[in-house]
C-alpha cells in the first residue's frame, strides 16, 4: 500500500476535485467540462467516493462509484499525473471492484490518459466507446459557400422540428440510433444550459426539406449532422464554418467539438483548422 491517505469523497472536497482534473486536463486533455462542478458532482459525489491525499495534504487520486436505475454499476477515477507510477491506479481499481460487487464492468474515462488503455485492458476491459474533443482557436476560420439552392433558418418554435427532422434523417441509418420523439428531442436540445438558439441553423431546399443542421452550445459545436441526399456537397463543412464565425463573433476565444474516434469527419475538422485535445472514452468488462 502507498502512503496516502484514502478518506471517502464529501462535498467538502469539490475545490480539491476540480484542481486534480484540471491538473489531468491539463497533461492528457479530454472533455474540459469534467472540471465544472455540475460534472464533478455527477461523477464524484453523486455515488459512493473515495480521495486520496499525499502527505502535504494534496488531492492525487479519486475515484467513484455509481449505480443506476438498472442497477448497473459504473466507476471512474483520477490519478494526478505527477503521482503516476506508484500504484494508486491499482489501489482505486481494487476499491472501485469491491464497490461494484466484486467485478468491475464498466469504467467512464473523460480525459484519457497514455496508460489507460493498457492499464484497464490489464483488468479485463475493452474500449467501446471513444471520442475525440477538438479545438478550434477561431484565429482563422474558413468561409465555405453553403450549397447552392439552400436556405438556413435558425431554432425557433416554427423551426424545432425541421431540426429534428434533419437530425432523424442525418443519423438514422447509424447503429443503436434512439430514434428521440420529436418533443423529447426538442426538450432536450432546448433546455441544454447554454444552448444558442439564435446561432444554430438547419439547412433547407426550395421545398422547406432539411438538408443538415448544427446546433451550438456555450463555446461548442454540439450536434451537426446532413442528410444522405445532401452529403458530399460540403454542406456541413459551411455548417460548421458558420458556426466557427458565429461563435466568434459572440466573443468566444475558442469552440469546441466532440467526433467519434471512427467518425471520417474528424479529417474535415482538422481541415478547418480544429486539433485534436485529447480522447473521452467507455470500457466494459470482456464477456
Known sequence: MSQTLWTPLTE???????????ACLRVDGGLPH????????????SGVGLGGRDETGDLVAAAAVLVDRAGRHTATGLVRPSARGAGLGDELAAWCREHSGGTLLRVVVETVSPGTEQFLRRMGLVRTFAEHVMRHDLVDVPRIKRPP??????WDEASAPLFHAAYSGAFAERPGFPATPLQEWVHDVADEQGFRPDRSRVAVDADGRPAGFVTLTDDWVDQVGVVPAWRGRALGAHLVARSLRSL????????????????PAHALYLRLGFVDAGLRARYEQVA
Open 12 to 22: 467538502e472536497d469539490l475545490p480539491a476535485l476540480r484542481e486534480l482534473a484540471r
Open 248 to 263: 466568434r463573433k459572440a466573443g468566444c476565444e475558442q469552440a469546441w467539438l466532440a467526433v467519434n474516434v471512427d467518425n
Open 149 to 154: 439552392g439552400l436556405r438556413s433558418l435558425p
Open 34 to 45: 469534467l472540471a465544472d462542478e455540475p460534472m464533478l458532482r455527477r461523477h464524484y459525489l
